[in-house]
């Protein structure tokens, strides 16, 4: 399944999320790609959006991920890219550092406020599409620490393999459209663009105005999917 773009995505993916419309849910799109996504879900959720960062983190001069660091100081490492190609802990330390001091310069960019209160709700993080697992699985982790009743992973796209990561750190997962052949996520949509900052934060302000509903999404949208 290939989508049109991060919007066509996001309504596909809400139709497999509207059981939680009405209850006690917040929607947090993972920066950049899953906050178009997300915005399209808290829309047909009748909540307000949020944003979340959590970074890749990539080994120097090598196509491959380590892991990723999340806002509220968590990180995630991939067991297979350790074995892979093992590295001195004070290395690592050095490279989770660097990234860490970028997640909180995009959470000053994106957000600039307090994050949202999260505990005792259902907290639904959604991102375009999941290959390794690490940038999600890095948020999930973070995302725990603060006591959420229930956590859902939401994507429109995955791997197996990055399925397999994130069900470890969420209590439910929602997916689309798993693709066993999934290079990178850009090859599951017609239009991949970037969203810059402004565009970002403007779709935040947009998801706080009533009414919330999306009619497209309540009407037309085919629930498809798959739970886990």
Known sequence: MRFRDRADAGRRLAATLLPYRGSNVRVLGLARGGVRVAYEVARALEVPLDIWVSRRLSIPGRVMTLGAVSENGARFLLSDSLRLLPMPRAE???????????????????????????????????????????????????????????LVMATPVASPRGLEVVRAEADQVSCVETEPGLRTV?????????????????????????????????????PGGSWM
């Open 186 to 222: 850009a090859e599951a949509y017609d239009d991949f663009r970037a969203f810059p900052d402004v565009e970002l934060q403007s779709l935040v302000e947009r998801s706080r105005q009533p009414p919330w509903r999306s009619r497209s999404v309540l009407e037309s949208a085919d």
């Open 92 to 150: 690592v330390d050095a490279l989770v550092s660097d990234e860490a001091a970028e997640v909180e310069a995009q959470v000053q960019r994106l957000r600039g406020r307090v994050r949202p209160e999260l505990g005792g709700c259902t907290v639904i993080l959604v991102d375009d599409g999941v290959l390794t697992g690490a940038t999600a699985a890095a948020a999930l982790v973070a995302l725990r620490e603060l006591h959420p009743a229930r």
